[in-house]
């Protein structure tokens, strides 16, 4: 919840940054809770799409092994876990089931190859964008169910959970890049 609300006000802040960049450039341009929401996707898919990119198809099963990291996803689990959320939160934004077989919180198993795994990856963000368009003044707050598990969130809260989400599992992604002595993309 504290990660969350912390997302929350920095995409607010971030607003509140480019709204006053906008009016000192040009005249006043409305923005949406629509079009905030997307930008935050977009700029988090800037990130995270290149980097998936970066990584050879050899080295998608990388996953560091020594120390904390035991145990922990492989480059590629990382990419179809993200994917597979991605799709899981859209759905519920849109109040609909999820388009995809999304097998677990780790993707389907039919994805396997890299092509496979950035087609699965380009297609979430697409759709995370259609969520995020969808949403309006009247009903970012309103209580919505929640796709993980019990309870209740809102429309607002589970946008800003995709940017937070991607960008967790971005830095580890950087990391198993630069174990393999590839420079990520947003660094070059």
């Known amino acids: 919840m504290r990660r969350m609300k912390w997302l929350f006000a920095s995409i607010v802040v971030l607003a509140a940054c480019g709204i006053a960049a906008a009016q000192a450039s040009k005249p006043a341009e409305v923005r949406t809770l629509a079009t905030v929401a997307d930008g935050a996707i977009s700029g988090v ?41 991605n799709y899981l939160v859209a759905s519920a934004i849109l109040g609909e089931k999820p388009p995809v077989d999304l097998g677990s919180e780790n993707g389907p198993d039919s994805v396997k190859t890299k092509a496979d795994t950035m087609k699965f990856l380009k297609d979430s963000f697409a759709y995370a964008h259609k969520a995020a368009a969808s949403i309006t003044a009247q009903n970012a707050v309103e209580p919505i169910k929640s796709p993980f598990g019990q309870g209740t969130t809102t429309r607002l809260g589970l946008a800003t959970l995709i940017t937070g989400h991607c960008f967790d599992h971005y830095g580890q992604m950087v990391e198993y890049l630069r174990m393999n002595s590839i420079i990520p993309p947003a660094s070059r």
């Open 45 to 85: 898919e800037g990130e995270f799409v290149p980097a998936a990119e970066a990584m050879p198809e050899d080295k998608y099963s990388f996953a560091p092994t020594s120390g904390e990291f035991k145990g922990v996803r492989t480059f590629g689990q990382q990419v179809k876990h993200v994917s597979a959320v």
